[in-house]
């Protein structure tokens, strides 16, 4: 997993409120389990004008040009901008694979689903909870968004915006460490233990 330290990019304002996992990723592109090429479906009843299937042409499908995935200023973006109740729905892992895989590293909103939010972390994304207040300046300002992990600061518009995150979660988060690389930091204590144990019971050799 990518380390996240700071990040500087523009912000895609998607304004609606209680997007949900099946609206992120439909339910049609969970077949696969390998946590990538789910980007560009993502968002995918919105992001196009036709029903999208598994195996689909993504380039030669119709865009819905009124999206603001779509729109020319916000290509590139790495943050993501949304309302209340962010990620609600069914707990599918692939909501944040897809939003990853397209390139989105935070999200900013005013609350997000449980499962969703803890999903993140896992994939190396950083949902930030923010108060609408605040969101609605960010959804105002149209140029780039500075967010600093280690500080847990947000600047945007010469203006400062923290924000809070449970430490351990921001700690693996800056040495870019998922559930597994977790593990791996101990892999020299597993060993030792794996070559005692067998040892010891010699019969599961």
Not at 69 to 98: D, K, M, T
Not at 124 to 129: D, S
Request: hydrophobic residues 35%; aromatic residues 12%; glycine residues 6%.
């Amino acid at each position: 997993m990518q380390a996240f330290k700071t990040l500087t990019s523009i912000a895609v304002p998607l304004d609606r409120a209680n997007v949900d996992t099946d609206a992120i990723i439909p339910k049609q592109f969970l077949k696969s389990i390998k946590r990538s090429g789910f980007g560009p479906n993502l968002f995918d009843e919105w992001r196009y004008e036709d029903h999208g299937e598994v195996g689909m042409d993504n380039s030669k499908r119709p865009l819905n040009k009124g999206f603001v995935l779509n729109q020319v200023q916000y290509q590139g973006a790495q943050i993501l901008l949304a309302r209340e109740n962010f990620g609600c729905g069914s707990s599918r892992e692939h909501a944040p694979w897809a939003l990853e895989d397209y390139g989105f590293k935070a999200i900013i909103a005013p609350s997000f689903a449980d499962i969703f939010y803890n999903n993140c972390f896992k994939n190396g994304i950083l949902p930030i909870v923010q108060s609408n207040d605040i969101l609605d300046e960010l959804f105002a300002f149209k140029g780039e968004i500075t967010i600093d992990l280690e500080s847990q600061s947000i600047h945007a518009n010469d203006k400062k915006y923290s924000f809070e995150v449970d430490a351990e979660r921001k700690r693996r988060l800056i040495n870019g460490l998922d559930d597994i690389g977790l593990t791996l930091q101990y892999k020299d204590e597993i060993k030792t233990f794996e070559k005692k144990y067998f040892q010891k019971y010699t019969w599961l050799n």
